[in-house]
């Protein structure tokens, strides 16, 4: 595709339900970043996936929220007994490896948390 | 996580006047610092980044000036257009593949 593509682009969900967010980074890009952008607020990193290493977890709030990434191309990001707290734009973006400066972001999913 | 921040968070400026927005950082081992543009309802799209060896990199109608012994770095838009109006982040990193820390953001209003 042109560009990074994530579905859904918005999503409504009850407290206490699980959530799945897709991203389907660009063809070729090693590097996968997810982040959340809460209203009015900056990025929050939340996990990154190089190639076939090990992510980089140290930035997901808490146990409820996990990452994976198949076949080297597209990630879900998975939270799980959803909070209000949750509500955001959750961004994907990737980049070529060792190229972290230029990242290319989707156009994100909005979750809202009733 | 790294300490990012922006000195103001809306800027408004006449259409054809040169913006400048600022962004402090706190991690003096930061090596990498990048300007993303974010407008409405989209994603944000990388503008210029800057190697902690370097003091000022230009692009078309942009220019980033990093200060290492402030820990200061600004973006200065020339003739500044309606379509530069959105949301401006920096963001900092220790390396240069890896996660970067981004900052807030400075809402810019061009007006007409």
């Known amino acids: 595709g042109a560009g990074v593509s994530q579905s859904p682009s918005n999503k409504v969900t009850e407290k206490g339900k699980d959530v799945e967010l897709r991203c389907d980074p660009i063809?070729?890009?090693?590097?996968l970043y997810w982040y959340r952008q809460s209203l009015g607020q900056g990025l929050e990193f939340l996990i990154y996936f190089q190639g076939n290493s090990a992510p980089d977890k140290s930035g997901l709030p808490s146990d409820r929220f996990s990452a994976e990434r198949t076949g080297g191309s597209v990630s879900t990001l998975t939270i799980q007994r959803t909070q209000q707290e949750d509500s955001a734009v959750y961004l994907c973006?990737?980049?070529?490896?060792?190229?972290?400066?230029?990242?290319?972001f989707g156009p994100g999913t909005r979750l809202t948390v009733l | 996580g790294e300490s990012v921040g922006l000195h103001l968070p809306t800027l408004s400026v006449q259409e054809g006047d040169n913006s400048i927005i600022n962004c402090a950082y706190s991690?003096?081992?930061?090596?990498?610092f990048i300007w993303y543009k974010q407008e409405s309802g989209k994603g944000p799209q990388f503008i210029i980044d800057?190697?902690?060896?370097?003091d000022k990199r230009q692009g078309q109608r942009v220019t980033v000036l990093l200060n290492k012994t402030v820990k200061h770095l600004s973006l200065q838009i020339a003739a500044t257009q309606p379509g530069d109006s959105a949301v401006y982040f920096c963001?900092?990193?220790?390396?240069?593949?890896?996660?970067?820390?981004f900052g807030t953001g400075t809402s810019l209003t061009v007006i007409p």
């Open positions: 963001a900092e990193s220790p390396n240069t593949g890896n996660q970067f820390y």
């Open positions: 973006a990737s980049s070529l490896i060792g190229r972290g400066y230029e990242q290319f």
């Open positions: 991690n003096s081992a930061s090596d990498y």
């Open positions: 063809s070729g890009h090693t590097a």
């Open positions: 800057i190697r902690s060896n370097m």
